[in-house]
C-alpha cells in the first residue's frame, strides 16, 4: 500500500514544488512506483516534469469535481515509475465546486484510496494556501513534509500551518502525521542559514530532516528544461541532496517499524 505524503507550507516560494518534483524522481530512481499529484493551479510541478497541462485528457480539476479516476487522469514522465497527476489553471475553480460537494474534504482521500495498491508512494505539492484543496490533500495524506526556507521569517506562519495540521487531524484525518520539516535553499556560509537550522532543531527537534536542501542553480534550471534535477545533473549537489533526502525517508519509514 502506498503511503501518501502531502508536501505544503501556506508561505510562497519556499520550495514545495521543487521538493515535489525532484523527491518523486529520487524516489523512483530507487525503484519506487511513484504518483505525483499536482494540487496547485500553477501547475509548476507538471510543466516541471515536462508535461502539457494543455495535452492532458484530465487533471486534477476533472478527478476533484466530477470524480474522473485517478488512475485514467494519470500520465507517465520523463521519469521511469514515475507518473503524475497534471494540473491546470482552471483548478482555480475547483475551490468554489467542491464547496457544493457531499463530504466535500473527503474527495481527494477516495480518489487516492483507489490507486494506493499501485504506487509505493504518492506525494501531493501543494499550492501556497489553506484552501479547500490543500485541506483535500492534507485530508488524504498518511504525512506531511513541511518545506522551510533558510531565510529571514523562516518560521513565520508555520503555527497557522500547524494549527490547521492539528485541526484536520481532529476532525478529519486522525492518522495525519508530521513526516518532517526540510530546510531549503540552505547556504552554509551564511550564519543566518545556521541559526535557522538551529533554531529549527530546537523547536522540532527530531522532527527535522538531516537531509538539508543547499540552494543550488540546477534545481532552478531544471524546470524549464522539463526535467528533475536527477536527469538534468545527476551530480548536482541539488539532485544529490534529493536523493539523499529519499533514503532517509525510507531509513525513517523502516525505524518506526522496527520501534512499532
Ligand atoms: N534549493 C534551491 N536552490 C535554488 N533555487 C531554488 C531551490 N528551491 C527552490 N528554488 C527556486 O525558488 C523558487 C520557488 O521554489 P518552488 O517553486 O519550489 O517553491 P513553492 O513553495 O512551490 O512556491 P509556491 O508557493 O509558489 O508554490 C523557484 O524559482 C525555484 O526554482
Ligand atoms: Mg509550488
Known amino acids: 500500500m502506498g503511503k501518501t505524503i502531502a508536501i505544503a507550507n501556506q508561505k510562497g516560494g519556499v520550495g514545495k514544488t521543487t521538493t515535489a518534483i525532484n523527491l518523486s524522481a529520487s524516489l523512483a530512481v530507487n525503484k519506487k512506483r511513484v504518483l505525483l499529484i499536482d494540487a496547485d493551479p500553477q501547475a509548476n510541478a507538471t510543466s516541471g516534469l515536462g508535461v502539457d497541462s494543455k495535452q492532458l485528457t484530465?487533471?486534477?480539476?476533472?478527478?476533484?469535481?466530477?470524480?474522473?479516476?485517478?488512475?485514467?487522469?494519470?500520465?507517465?514522465?520523463?521519469?521511469e515509475r514515475l507518473d503524475i497527476i497534471g494540473s491546470r489553471i482552471d483548478l482555480v475553480g475547483a475551490e468554489l465546486e467542491l464547496v457544493a460537494k457531499a463530504d466535500r474534504e473527503n474527495v481527494l482521500r477516495r480518489l487516492v484510496d483507489d490507486v494506493k495498491a499501485q504506487y509505493d508512494y504518492i506525494l501531493i505539492d501543494c499550492s501556497p494556501s489553506l484552501g479547500l484543496?490543500?485541506?483535500?490533500?492534507?485530508?488524504?495524506?498518511?504525512?506531511?513534509?513541511?518545506?522551510?526556507?533558510?531565510?529571514?521569517?523562516?518560521?513565520?506562519?508555520?503555527?497557522?500551518?500547524?494549527?490547521?495540521?492539528?485541526?484536520?487531524?481532529?476532525?478529519?484525518?486522525?492518522?495525519?502525521?508530521?513526516?518532517?520539516?526540510?530546510?531549503?535553499?540552505?547556504?552554509?556560509?551564511?550564519?543566518?542559514?545556521?541559526?535557522?537550522?538551529?533554531?529549527?532543531?530546537?523547536?522540532?527537534?527530531?522532527?527535522?530532516?538531516?537531509?538539508?536542501?543547499?540552494?543550488?542553480?540546477?534545481?532552478?534550471?531544471?524546470?524549464?528544461?522539463?526535467?528533475?534535477?536527477i536527469l538534468y545533473d545527476p551530480n548536482s549537489r541539488g539532485a544529490t541532496s534529493h536523493n539523499q533526502l529519499a533514503r532517509e525517508l525510507a531509513a525513517r519509514a523502516r525505524a518506526k517499524k522496527e520501534t512499532a
Open 133 to 229: 484543496i490543500t485541506v483535500n490533500a492534507l485530508t488524504a495524506a498518511d504525512s506531511v513534509i513541511i518545506p522551510v526556507q533558510a531565510e529571514y521569517f523562516a518560521l513565520e506562519g508555520i503555527s497557522k500551518l500547524l494549527n490547521t495540521v492539528r485541526i484536520i487531524k481532529g476532525k478529519l484525518n486522525p492518522a495525519l502525521q508530521i513526516e518532517g520539516f526540510l530546510l531549503t535553499m540552505y547556504d552554509a556560509r551564511l550564519r543566518l542559514a545556521n541559526q535557522i537550522y538551529e533554531e529549527l532543531k530546537n523547536h522540532f527537534g527530531d522532527m527535522v530532516f538531516n537531509t538539508v536542501i543547499p540552494r543550488n542553480i540546477r534545481l532552478s534550471e531544471a524546470p524549464s528544461h522539463g526535467l528533475p534535477a
Open 58 to 79: 484530465a487533471s486534477i480539476y476533472e478527478c476533484l469535481v466530477d470524480d474522473y479516476p485517478l488512475h485514467s487522469a494519470a500520465v507517465h514522465t520523463c521519469v
